[in-house]
C-alpha cells in the first residue's frame, strides 16, 4: 500500500467526518421567542455557522394568530428532527408548543408526554407553510 | 464500479475498514435524507414560483389601467401629490436566507407609512404596493431555486459517489480480506494436520 493511497484514504474518511460535522450548520445559535421577533425591526435569527437567517413577518403572524396566549412560549425556529434510527422519511417534534403548532397545521393528535412524530408528506406541507420558521436536524444516531 | 483499494491484509486493517464502511453508509443515509429533502423544497420552490409570475402577469395589467386611468383624470401633478402624501417610504431589506444549510439571498419589504388621499389614489398606491412585493417575493424564489438547484447538484454526486464508488469499493475489500484469511486459516489447519501425521509416523 503506497503512501498516495493511504493519504487518499485518510483524507476520505476526513471528508465523511467533515460531511457529518457540519450537517447541522444550519442550526441557531440561540433560539428565540416569537413574541422577541415580533418585537424586532427586522426578524432575525444567528446560526451556528456565524450568518443570520431572516424571518418572514408574514409567519411570525400566522403563528401568533394559531397560538394566541402561548406565543411567547414558542422558540423559534421550530426544530424537526431527522433520527436516523427512526428510518428514512420519519421527523419528530419534541418541543411543547412546537408539538402543538404542527398538529394543528396538520390536524393530528398528539400526546403532551410524547414526542410527536410526522412522516414526509407532513413535512413537506409545514415546509411549505413555514418555510423560515422551521428547521430540520440531521441526527446520524 | 467497484475495484478494490490497496490495503495490507492484516486484522487491524479489516477493522479498519469496516469502522470506515459503516461511516460512510451513514453519511450516504443523511445525504441521501437532505437531498429528498432539498429536491422537495426545490421543486415546492418552482411551483410557487410559477403561481407568483401568473398573479403578477395578472395585476401588472390592472395596476397599469389604474395609473393611466389617474393620469388621465388628475393630470401628470398626481405623482407629485403621490409623493408628498408619503410619510415614509417603503423599504426593501436584503439578508440571507438558510435553506437547510443552503445560503440564498433574501429580500422583504417593509411597508412605509403614507396619508390618505383620494380612494382611487389610495387603491393605486395599495395595489402598487402589492405588486412590488410580489415582484420581490418571486425574485427571492428565483434566487433560491437557483442556490438550491446547484446545491442538490453538489448533494446529488456526493451520494452517488458514496452509493456507486465508495461503498462498493470498500465492500469489495472487506469481502476479499475476510476469504484471504479464510484462506490462510484453512492453509493453517491443512499444515498442522500434515505435521500431526508426520509426527505420528515418527513415533510410530
Known amino acids: 500500500m503506497g503512501l498516495r493511497d493511504t493519504y487518499f484514504e485518510d483524507l476520505v474518511t476526513r471528508v465523511l467526518t467533515r460531511e457529518l460535522r457540519i450537517i447541522n450548520r444550519h442550526l441557531p445559535y440561540k433560539r428565540v421567542s416569537l413574541c422577541d421577533l415580533e418585537k424586532m425591526d427586522i426578524p432575525y435569527i444567528i446560526l451556528r455557522d456565524g450568518t443570520t437567517h431572516l424571518i418572514d413577518p408574514r409567519e411570525l403572524e400566522y403563528l401568533s394568530n394559531l397560538l394566541g396566549g402561548e406565543k411567547c412560549k414558542l422558540l423559534l425556529p421550530i426544530i424537526i428532527e431527522a433520527r436516523e434510527s427512526l428510518g428514512e422519511g420519519t421527523y419528530i417534534v419534541r418541543d411543547r408548543v412546537a408539538k402543538r403548532v404542527i398538529a394543528e397545521i396538520l390536524e393530528l393528535e398528539y400526546e403532551e408526554e410524547k414526542p410527536l412524530i410526522i412522516y414526509r408528506p407532513h413535512l413537506y406541507k409545514i415546509r411549505e407553510i413555514l418555510s423560515t420558521t422551521t428547521t430540520i436536524i440531521f441526527s446520524p444516531t | ?204
Open chain 2, 1 to 204: 464500479m467497484s475495484s478494490l483499494i490497496r490495503v495490507r491484509p492484516t486484522k487491524i486493517e479489516l477493522i479498519r475498514l469496516k469502522r470506515r464502511r459503516e461511516l460512510a453508509r451513514k453519511v450516504y443515509r443523511i445525504l441521501r435524507e437532505r437531498l429528498t429533502i432539498l429536491v422537495n423544497e426545490f421543486m415546492t420552490r418552482i411551483r410557487r414560483a410559477y403561481r407568483i409570475r401568473r398573479e403578477i402577469n395578472r395585476d401588472i395589467l390592472d395596476v397599469y389601467n389604474e395609473a393611466a386611468y389617474l393620469l388621465g383624470l388628475y393630470g401628470s401633478s398626481i405623482y407629485d401629490y403621490y409623493d408628498s402624501s408619503t410619510v415614509e417610504g417603503s423599504k426593501l431589506v436584503i439578508g440571507f436566507e438558510n435553506i437547510m444549510g443552503v445560503k440564498s439571498y433574501t429580500a422583504m419589504m417593509k411597508k412605509g407609512r403614507f396619508i390618505d388621499t383620494y380612494p382611487e389614489l389610495n387603491e393605486f398606491r395599495e395595489h402598487s404596493i402589492t405588486l412590488i412585493s410580489r415582484i420581490i417575493e418571486l425574485g427571492r424564489i428565483e434566487q433560491s431555486i437557483k442556490t438550491l438547484g446547484v446545491e442538490i447538484n453538489k448533494t446529488k454526486r456526493r451520494v452517488n459517489a458514496l452509493e456507486y464508488i465508495f461503498i462498493p469499493r470498500l465492500t469489495a475489500t472487506i469481502k476479499y480480506l475476510q476469504m484471504k484469511f479464510e484462506e490462510r486459516e484453512r492453509e493453517e489447519k491443512a499444515r498442522l494436520k500434515r505435521v500431526k501425521s508426520m509426527l505420528e509416523k515418527h513415533r510410530g
